[in-house]
């Protein structure tokens, strides 16, 4: 392996901050440089390996660009059909009700083919975690418009900027499953700072937490780049999704546990 | 005052050089190469060692995870 390193002296076991988490294979992983699904990886696996779950986790691939995801985390999986993530997490989850389970899927998976197995999974309540990549194209298969794509963008079947006369509204899958009774914790993150590296972990830990206690479904939408389709670097790209995708696609939480709620309202009752 | 000094590892071989690494050191350690690796992208290496404190936000944000890092106080 080659490498480049920084002052020598300080390089010793003792003095280790960050490594890159066992659970990831060796395999070099399939994204375009700088795109945020190996980030999102990461920290999924970061999350099982620090969580204890790596026997106990079985994670469902989706159809797009992370569909050889079960080539870069070492735990189970099991590949789905096209959009159908949450109809074979649902079977696993019955079956198997002491596995942390777990769909990972893109924007044309979740929001345009499998529209109706995402709604109906997170209004029956199963209790599983769906994580939710949403870059606004379909980044595998070259660019095309997808449900999430915004207003005036363009993609290779939008050449001229979507037209919402035409062509609809960008659909806010993450504001419709928050909507709906079965879900637990809705919440909207990204992946292209530190701070948001961080909170997007926070969200994915208290996500494995409420499927211990049999809550409910969890829906983690990460908001993410595509620096290939988008035809920009990737800082660029990151750019360009903080002053366009932000505003339309707000960060945050969508839908909190209500003990958190009453917890906070007391707390700041107590303040006052 | 005890000062923090940071090291970091960058595994060429797998470095794509997308540089958001470079964009979120707050220091200014990390630059990109003037040579490439074997497939071909600029790849990342702390050109200014002696600014790093360690903070590990380069390793959080990189897609890759090439990035060990390493910290102490002198």
Known sequence: ?272 | MAKIRGSIVVNIDRCKGCEVCMVSCPTGTIAMAKEVNHKGYFYAFPANPDLCIGCASCAMVCPDGVITVYKTKI
């Open chain 1, 1 to 272: 392996m080659a490498e480049v390193t920084g002052i020598k002296e300080i390089i010793k076991p003792e003095n280790l901050v960050y490594k890159k988490t066992k659970l990831m294979t060796d395999k070099v992983l399939s994204y375009c440089p700088g795109c945020g699904h190996g980030t999102a990886h990461r920290i999924l696996a970061e999350i099982i390996d620090e969580e204890g779950l790596q026997s106990e986790t079985i994670g469902i691939c989706p159809v797009g660009c992370s569909v050889l995801l079960y080539e870069f985390i070492d735990i189970d999986w099991q590949e789905a059909a096209h959009g159908r993530a949450p109809a074979l997490a649902t079977a696993i989850k019955r079956l198997l009700p002491e596995k942390f389970v777990f769909t990972y899927q893109g924007d044309g998976d979740l929001a345009a083919i499998g529209t109706a197995e995402t709604i109906h999974a997170c209004n029956r309540g199963e209790n599983i975690l769906i994580i939710f990549i949403n870059n606004g194209i379909y980044g595998m298969t070259g660019g095309q418009m997808a449900p999430t794509t915004l207003p005036g963008m363009r993609s290779s079947t939008s050449p001229y900027g979507r037209d919402v006369k035409i062509m609809g509204n960008p659909l806010k899958m993450t504001d419709i499953v928050a909507t709906l009774l079965g879900t637990y914790y809705v919440t909207r993150q990204s992946v292209h700072t530190p701070a948001n590296v961080k909170k997007t972990k926070k969200a994915m830990r208290k996500a494995v937490q409420y499927q211990k206690l049999n809550k409910g479904t969890c829906f983690i939408e990460i908001v993410s780049n595509c620096p290939s389709n988008w035809k920009m670097t990737p800082v660029q790209s990151n750019k360009w999704m903080e002053e366009n995708m932000f505003p339309y696609y707000p960060l945050g939480d969508l839908k909190i546990p209500a003990e958190q709620i009453t917890q906070k309202t007391s707390n700041s009752e107590k303040n006052d």
